[in-house]
């Protein structure tokens, strides 16, 4: 007689993809809240501040002191979202060398986060200083800067740099991710992220000169730096979902 045939035991994700899998989450999670903090919420009180003159929102020094803040709040909030995708990459890495680059990116990335949190926190009590030398005019902004404190001025320059190159790490990263956990959204993720920092560009570039419908392009920052964690929350989600509990 023969024994019964026993069903095979539902596939699960090999250890380090469902680490890796597991911290993507927790980085989309710090980097949606960090791209709410500091590109969407200060987009809003300097849009409402330039186009509803008089309003509840005036371009004075108070306005700008809490946006300063939310820099800050959010460059902390991008460096924990960065070191949860570099420590998933990591994960990752044991399986595929590849994503050794993305660990690599995501550790120059934190740098520059960080010494944008060191120069915005420095500026804080600047902001009297910094609008009496812009006049309004944002492409005299890093000139007023260099004016206070060539130093600081550097100093804000190479860590915007910085964490535009390390950020690429997080591009990289997911879309190789993407190639290795069940979801296409981590694909998308990180190109909803490359477009975000090609659009971070227009903003730094306008600092330096004229850049015509600069407003038109950065109408677009807030949705893809909100659209590229929430695609990689998701994509986390369906991973999930692809594979039966073990």
């Known amino acids: 007689m023969t024994p019964p045939r026993t069903a095979p035991p539902p596939a699960s994700l090999p250890p380090y993809e ?7 989450r927790i980085g989309a999670g710090f980097g949606l809240a960090a791209g709410f903090v500091t590109i969407v919420v200060p987009f809003v009180f300097l849009g409402l501040a330039a186009y509803n003159p008089g309003g509840i929102f005036t371009f004075n020094p108070t306005l700008l002191q809490y946006a300063n803040w939310f820099v800050i709040a959010g460059a902390l909030l991008f460096i924990l979202s960065l070191m949860m995708y570099r420590w998933g990459f990591s994960a990752l890495r044991k399986l595929d060398p590849r994503f050794n680059a993305a660990v690599i990116l995501c550790w120059i990335g934190s740098v520059g986060f960080l010494l944008v949190l060191v120069i915005a926190s420095y500026f804080l009590g600047s902001m009297n200083s910094v609008i009496a030398c812009v006049h309004g005019q944002p492409t005299l902004a890093l000139s007023c800067l260099n004016s206070l404190s060539p130093l600081g001025a550097a100093t804000a320059v190479i860590g915007f740099w910085l964490a ?3 950020s690429l790490g997080l591009v990289a990263g997911l879309l190789l991710g993407g190639a290795r956990l069940p979801s296409g959204l981590f694909i ?14 227009v903003p730094f570039a306008s600092m330096l000169t004229q850049v015509p419908a600069v407003q038109y392009v950065l109408v677009l920052a807030p949705f893809f730096v909100i659209l590229a964690p ?8 369906r991973a999930d979902s692809a594979v039966p509990p073990g």
Do not use: D, K, M, S
């Open 230 to 237: 929430a695609f990689v929350l998701g994509g986390a989600r």
């Open 18 to 24: 469902e680490r890796g899998l597991h911290r993507f």
């Open 188 to 201: 998308a993720g990180g190109i909803l992220y490359a477009l975000f920092l090609v659009v971070l560009i």
């Open 164 to 166: 535009w190159i390390g």
